[in-house]
């Protein structure tokens, strides 16, 4: 029996609390992680501001196997991930020789000014995660993954990192539809059937659509067979109502 | 000179976490509190776990002056968002008289069972929201706002809270495109600018499109004369780079 594996995401950046900027990069992290049987367990959004990323990364490192980090690593005045998370492990923090080199790869030397090698400041003791396409990388430090915002570069540094993190069991995933067929209706016998399945978490979820609902019934579980037997009982459950003329 | 108002918003679902459903909710909020002048200083996501939700309200409804809640009012058994409120506050909560009339709206007497009278289980004490859509209120009790998760009604409910809610001076927004400037580029003279103006938030949002980087300046402050300083400098920064033929 493997123990679960769990994550928390920390989205650093004003621009997502003022509303300019919409987040991607949480859904994008929460799918990836699921798929490769790692729990996302929370997230969070702090302003550019010292105190709120430091106490936070320290929160959610403290709690979870890992934590992942989007934004704020790049070379304005406004980038301060880096040194918040030096910060937080109380670590010194100064130009990494091995993130000079990855940027002369971009710029050429006349080019590598002072802002840029922002970019390179790196907590003591942390892995350098590559970034194949700005090239300023990311890193980890400990169990705090720390990513770029920008949507594509995340995704790379992601993929270049995953391979090397612990992974539990997958969790599966049935869904099972229930057109025409209101929460209100199938509510008492659901709740029913979860409680007959403690190993299996059964969610429902109206999307609302043209005027009316259309439900999904989602059930999560890391062993098949329990997945199974839950998904049977729901669709049980979801027929006898139809035959009954529930109504909607 | 009035004091800012501020929020944070948590949202409440396991759906989000596990990548099932890609949160629309926290920019949506995040832009409506911007546009009437009340800033949002964070958010979570936590999962349908009672002492999860617990928590987070109590540790976001201490520290802001309002905190939105999103998910978790429908009638199913993995809605426990207003028993987790009650337990928050330490009040009692109940089927409220006020919320089974408006849920009678839209049911017929027969239709109304056990598990759709769940909606009408309201802490005591709170103000009930209306819901256009689907009749089941949220509520607003202290300065938390209970809203439900699907879109269309939370926005309703957003609008339906909104007047009643105090705002400070509106976040004046000024944009500074800097088309073929890198970030690396303008950083130092960047830093220099918000160093200058301390009164305006000044942030550097690189996006990546079509195998480059186009970036935007944001400044953000309460006071247009502060901000429009700002704005002049920053413009000025940028043309004296253009026109020194600064590297891309």
Redesign the interface.
Known sequence: MTAAVTAAILVI???????????RN???I?????KIGID?????????IEA?IVAAVNALRARYTYLFTTGGI?????DITADCIAKAFGVPIGEDPRAVAMLRER??P??L????L??ARIPAGADLIDNP??KAPGFRLGNVIVMAG????MQAMLDNVAPGLATGLR?L?ATVPAPGLA??????G??EV??AHPAV????????QGGG?TNQI?L?AREAAALAAAEADVKALLGRLVMDGA?I
């Open positions: 950046g004003d621009e997502i609390l003022s509303g300019r900027t919409k987040d949480i859904g994008y929460a799918e990836y992680l699921a996302l367990r929370e997230a969070r959004i702090v302003p550019d709120e790049g070379p304005t005045h406004d710029y050429q006349e080019d000014n002072p802002a840029r922002r970019m396409i700005s920008v949507p594509a570069i969790m995933v929460e209100g209706v199938y509510a008492a659901l709740a979860a409680a978490s059964i969610g429902s979820y109206p999307a609302f609902f989602v999560r109504p």
